[in-house]
């Protein structure tokens, strides 16, 4: 069954931990993306991956980190520097490289939901 | 200036009724176009994406693009309850590039 799964679903931080969002997906798709979604708001790029051990800062990166080790995994880390975290969390990936505009179709996983104690 | 601008809403629909949403950009050299459905507290899913200039339909939901205007709609034809959500619209620079979302369109359909 191929998909997007993202953990946890609600994540709690106190003020200057460092916490990390999992992001897996089993659909052989090369990029990675990691948005966030503040309430009544549109989605914003915080970092994207087209290649493994390659990514790049999205719109609002600041107090964020990334890896991409593995094709099908894209943790981030919402660290201490990040003044005001809470907000949902949106993991997506797709296709790249193609010649065609459906390689551009991004597929969301479910989100995380983190808040700030 | 916005790159992706939408009206937020609500916009209230009977049900039944046509529900008519827009989405202008700035790029003039935007090639790729994406419809998003969210319902509250979920993640978005993809509706349609279409990138010619004129009608793309798909069940009940038919895109409209005009490049030469810069923007592109959604029709919700008889609208449902069920169609009650916010939609977002994305669009893509260039093949392969990253998407860039609009604040969405909360719609309401009312029975």
């Known amino acids: 069954d191929g998909g997007i799964t993202q953990s946890p679903k609600y994540l709690f931080r106190k003020e200057g931990q460092n916490v990390t969002l999992s992001c897996e997906q089993n659909l052989n798709h090369d990029a990675m993306y990691w948005y966030r979604q503040d309430p009544g708001q549109g989605l914003r790029l915080i970092y994207y991956?087209?290649?493994?051990?390659?990514?790049q800062k999205g719109d609002i990166a600041e107090g964020y980190s990334v890896s991409r080790e593995k094709k099908e995994s894209f943790p981030l880390t919402v660290t201490s520097a990040q003044k005001n975290p809470t907000a949902f969390y949106l993991c997506?990936?797709?296709?790249?490289?193609?010649?065609?505009?459906?390689?551009?179709?991004?597929?969301f996983g479910p989100g995380t939901r983190l808040t700030v104690l | 200036q916005k790159e992706v601008e939408q009206n937020s809403g609500p916009l209230s629909v009977p049900e039944g009724a046509i529900a008519s949403l827009n989405c202008t950009y700035s790029?003039?050299?935007?090639?790729?176009f994406f419809w998003y459905r969210q319902y509250s507290g979920k993640s978005p899913e993809l509706i349609m994406f279409i990138y010619s200039n004129g009608d793309k339909e798909d069940g009940r939901f038919t895109a409209q693009l005009n490049k030469a205007s810069q923007y592109v709609s959604l029709l919700i034809r008889d609208s449902q309850p069920s169609d009650s959500a916010t939609y977002l619209c994305?669009?893509?620079?260039?093949?392969?590039?990253?998407?860039?979302f609009g604040g969405g369109t909360r719609v309401l359909v009312k029975p």
């Open positions: 790029d003039r050299g935007s090639q790729s």
């Open positions: 994305a669009v893509v620079r260039a093949a392969g590039n990253k998407l860039t």
């Open positions: 991956s087209q290649i493994v051990n390659d990514f």
């Open positions: 997506a990936s797709s296709f790249t490289g193609g010649t065609t505009i459906s390689t551009d179709t991004q597929y």
